[in-house]
Every structure is written in structure tokens, then in C-alpha cells.
């Protein structure tokens, strides 16, 4: 499949201003994808619109969404060393492009195209090489709804498909809750600063913050758990109080995500 689309030279876009927005180029016809996005996790904000990565080491070196719900057979992975040559890699995320039609109102919606990447301590989104934007070689161009998910946060998908202007498709994902998919309350956790970003404590993937969550997060906190663990909410490489007092204060709240089943 031709990848004339691609170009690495349109990534002078990639991590302009805070938020969360994706670009498509290629014109009707051609194929070539890459994903230029920014996106901030609750757990590991550092309350001025960046995130600390306090993983290290700790850092999987293989995607970890091989499991439920998401059965992701890719094989993303990056070599031992990489969390050291890259300090400014928060976590692993999955990205999901899904088609248009059908539309979320009318599940299972369609996967486009999906790959796991890493954010950063700036929000980017980038490939495995810890610096280019996620490409997806293989999609057409078109209109897209874009979701984007973690192991331990409600995953959110785009409100609408934005409009194609000069074959180029953005979307601001943190400067307003309402911009995550919804026909009910917010999807996304208001931040200070004014940003938004995806709610934290949701580590059995179903898109709520409850009971289910704490009593796997409880069991790690009392056997003194370390390293990559879903229950980290926080991502700093331990299972502790502080992971808790996420989960209080997202459960309180009844956080929820709303991202239809594809």
C-alpha cells in the first residue's frame, strides 16, 4: 500500500499548543496516516499542564494491551534501556481510529486502524522511537473519530469527527471536558490550570472509577507492590495511599467514560 501521505516534514505541527488535536494528510485516495496528538493523564499531572514520569525503569518494554477489553496483538516494543535514554516518557496508550459509519450512536462502531505509543511529559504522543508522531501507514484518508485509552484511565473518544480543512484534521481535547464524547456529563477530569484530561483509578477497564478498582488496588497495596502495576494510579512505580485518594476522589464523583463498544 502507498504511503505518499506520510512525510515527516509535516511534523513541524507536532506538539504546537497544550491539548489534545491530530492531523491527517493525504489527499481523496491516497493512504498514509500519522497521528499527531497530545493528551494528559489525572494520575501523573503535575498541575501546571505537563506530567511527571516517574516510571524509570519500572516502564514496560512491550505494549500492554494485550488483554481485555482491548486484545491488541500488536507487537510495539522498545529495548531495555529505553526508559533511561528517554526520562521524558510517561506511560504506554492506545489509539484507536474508527470509522464514521457506523457512528457511536449506532455501536459496534468500525476500527479503522489502531497502534500503541508512548505520551510524554508534554503530552505528545509519539512512536516507539520516543519521538515521532504515531503513524498509521496503511489508512485512507477520511473522517475519523479518534480514542485514545490507558491502562489505568477511562479512555476518552473525540465529541465529533472534525472538519477536513487542506487535508488536515484537528482536534483540542483538554481545553474543555465537553470536548470528550458524550450525550451525558463530562468524560474527562477539569484539571487546574484550566486543562482536562482523562480520569484516573479506572484499572479493570470499564469505564467506571469503582469498587471492583479498589479491591485490586488494596490487594497490591498490602502485598507492597512495585513497579508496573495497574494499580499505580499515579504512575510513579508504587501501589499507596496516594493511588487511593484518586480512586476516592473519582468514585465520589462517579467518573465515567462513555466511548462506544467498537
Do not use: C
Not at 473519530?145 to 480543512?165: C, E, G, K, L, T
Not at 484539571?191 to 488494596?218: E, K, P
Request: aromatic share 12%; hydrophobic share 40%; glycine share 12%.
Amino acid at each position: 500500500v502507498g504511503q505518499s501521505a506520510i512525510g515527516v516534514g509535516t511534523s513541524t505541527n507536532f506538539k504546537g499548543s497544550w491539548g489534545f488535536w491530530y492531523t491527517l494528510s493525504g489527499g481523496a485516495g491516497t493512504t498514509g496516516f500519522f497521528a499527531q496528538l497530545d493528551v494528559l493523564l489525572e494520575g501523573a499531572y503535575d498541575g501546571a499542564g505537563g506530567m511527571n514520569a516517574n516510571l524509570g525503569s519500572s516502564l514496560a518494554l512491550s505494549q500492554p494491551f494485550g488483554g481485555t477489553p482491548w486484545n491488541y496483538t500488536g507487537t510495539e516494543s522498545v529495548a531495555s534501556g529505553f526508559a533511561a535514554a528517554h526520562p521524558d516518557v510517561v506511560d504506554w496508550v492506545f489509539v484507536q481510529v474508527r470509522d464514521t459509519t457506523p457512528g457511536p450512536t449506532a455501536p459496534p462502531m468500525s476500527v479503522a486502524a489502531e497502534r500503541a505509543g508512548f505520551v510524554k511529559t508534554d503530552g505528545s504522543v509519539v512512536d516507539t522511537n520516543g519521538v515521532d508522531p504515531l503513524s498509521f501507514p496503511t489508512l485512507s484518508a477520511g473522517t475519523y473519530y479518534v480514542v485514545v485509552d490507558h491502562r489505568n484511565h477511562i479512555r476518552a473518544m473525540s465529541q465529533n469527527p472534525p472538519a477536513s480543512v487542506n487535508d488536515t484534521l484537528k482536534y483540542d481535547f483538554t481545553d474543555s471536558v465537553a470536548k470528550a464524547y458524550t450525550t451525558g456529563p463530562p468524560r474527562q477530569k477539569a484539571l487546574t490550570g484550566g486543562f482536562a484530561g482523562l480520569f484516573a483509578a479506572d484499572l479493570n477497564h470499564d469505564q467506571q472509577v469503582t469498587a471492583g478498582d479498589f479491591n485490586v488496588w488494596l490487594t497490591k497495596t498490602k502485598a507492597s507492590a512495585t513497579g508496573y502495576q495497574d494499580a499505580d494510579f499515579n504512575l510513579d512505580g508504587q501501589v499507596l495511599a496516594s493511588d487511593f485518594n484518586l480512586w476516592l476522589t473519582n468514585t465520589k464523583a462517579a467518573a465515567a467514560g462513555q466511548v462506544p463498544n467498537p
